[in-house]
RNA sequence: GGAGGAGUGGCCGAGUGGUCAAUGGCAGCAGACUGUAAAUCUGUCGGGCAAAGCCCUACGGUGGUUCAAAUCCAUCCUCCUCCA
């Protein structure tokens, strides 16, 4: 994997991201699916869309249909059909998600499997060995994601843990293809983070990650946490902020040094009714729609507003029709998928600032603090 | 003609003397969702008001019993099943 910046305003840049599987343009979105697919959209459909990365997920793929099955046909590209390039999150997250079901200790983690109840162990070793079998050109290593609130002992004692996996995971690494990146952990603690930094850089990975941003903190501590350790992460590797976000959280990570963003809200909001527009965020369920003869965003590219009124989908998605959610999610990670476009343009152009303004203006309500303007 | 059964809020459907403006579900109205246990979940859901309270209207119609009726009695209307 190879990384360019060619560009930069600020702290914002413009780069690419070469791998085994193609070129991602940054500033990049990166949408999720985490079984192998994103719901509602097909892989070429989703690349047609402009999407260059898409995420997967370990933990998931472990559970079904297992990592031999992928392997045996050929590796994660092959048993999907993505022909883009894949990154996939390792299972930290779960250590989030899933607390209930999960035992952790410094061996790694122990799930309760959610289908069936039966064990799964995930050390960090094993990550890495699962995410190189797939051939996935970027993977995560295993992290301790923390909620919040956490005290800050605990979420020491926890980083120290997430610090120790990380060099385990950096001497488990061994395949050049796959591309592998640390994850800054730290809680809100802004001494936790800088350690956190300092070690990782240290280990020299392909890239970095900001984790554990978005557990139920309030906005401005995720906020002032991306603004920190963008600065301090290093200006020649890719920074991937993990699961963010709305589209302020993307302009704000972007302002902030940020390269690559994933986030389930574009296309979990399009199954539930919601989608984005130029004008803000729109309820396509809600009765103002219902005969509402306009295209979901007249000045959106996608072939769902090139096509299709917001009455119409207003109907399928009230009819629970599938459809509803194919339409919806296309329209949304198109939006993204443009929202991030046109920024990464007007950086290259030198015109951020402006569209910067704009897109603060529409997400105001998405602005905690006013960080955006 | 005879025998039995049933009529409850927009719909379906509980409730069989007071704790019932009436369980549930659906529909409706709105909200949440951030490295996906999510095509999910939450709130609201007769009307009015100076609104954690009060008033009005409500369980097919009418009348009655009772301190009190969706619940008991009488009668009428409608529908269903079976027998002639």
Request: charged residues 30%.
């Given at each position: 994997m190879r990384f360019e910046v060619t560009s930069s305003q600020g702290r914002a840049r413009v780069g690419r991201l070469h791998t085994a599987h193609g070129v991602v343009d940054t500033p990049a979105f990166m949408p999720v699916g985490t079984l192998g697919a994103v719901k509602g959209i097909g892989p070429l459909d989703l690349a047609a869309l402009g999407a260059q990365v898409m995420l997967a997920n370990l933990y998931h793929l472990t559970l079904r249909p297992g990592i031999e099955v992928i392997e045996e046909l050929g590796g994660l590209h092959a048993f999907t059909g993505w022909p883009g390039v894949l990154l996939t999150d390792s299972g930290g997250y779960q250590v989030f998600s899933l607390a209930e079901l999960r035992e952790i200790d410094d061996q790694g983690v122990r799930f309760?499997?959610?289908?069936?109840g039966s064990p799964v162990a995930l050390t960090p070793e094993s990550v890495v060995r699962s995410q190189e079998r797939m051939g996935v050109d970027i993977a995560m290593v295993l992290d301790e994601c923390p909620p919040?609130?956490?005290e800050a002992d605990v979420a020491a004692a926890s980083l120290e843990r997430t610090t120790r996996w990380a060099q385990r995971s950096r001497e488990a690494?061994?395949?050049?293809?796959t591309a592998l990146f640390g994850i800054v952990q730290g809680s809100f603690y802004p001494k936790l983070r800088e350690r956190a930094a300092d070690s990782l850089r240290a280990l020299d990975f392909d890239g970095y990650a900001i984790g554990?941003?978005?557990?139920?903190?309030p906005p401005r501590l995720g906020r002032s946490t991306v603004e920190q350790v963008g600065a301090l992460l290093p200006e020649d590797r890719p920074r991937y902020l993990m699961g963010l976000g709305t589209p302020a959280d993307l302009l704000h990570g972007i302002r902030n040094g940020m390269d690559l963003f994933d986030c389930v809200l574009p296309a979990r909001n399009a199954r539930h009714g919601l989608l984005y527009t130029r004008d803000g965020e729109i309820r396509?369920?809600?009765?103002?729609?219902?005969?509402?003869?306009?295209?979901?965003?007249?000045?959106?590219?996608?072939p769902v507003c090139g096509s299709t009124s917001r009455a119409f989908l207003h109907h399928l998605m009230r009819s629970r029709e599938i459809t509803a959610a194919v339409l919806a999610t296309t329209h949304n990670l198109r939006f993204y998928l443009d929202f991030v476009a046109d920024l990464r343009h007007a950086l290259a152009s030198g015109d951020f600032e402006d569209s910067a303004a704009l897109i603060a203006e529409c997400y105001a309500a998405d602005d905690p603090g006013g960080q955006l303007s």
């Open positions: 309760r499997n959610h289908l069936d919040w609130p956490v690494h061994s395949i050049a293809a554990g941003v978005s557990v139920g903190e396509i369920k809600n009765a103002r729609y219902r005969d509402d003869p306009r295209p979901v965003d007249e000045a959106c590219s996608c």
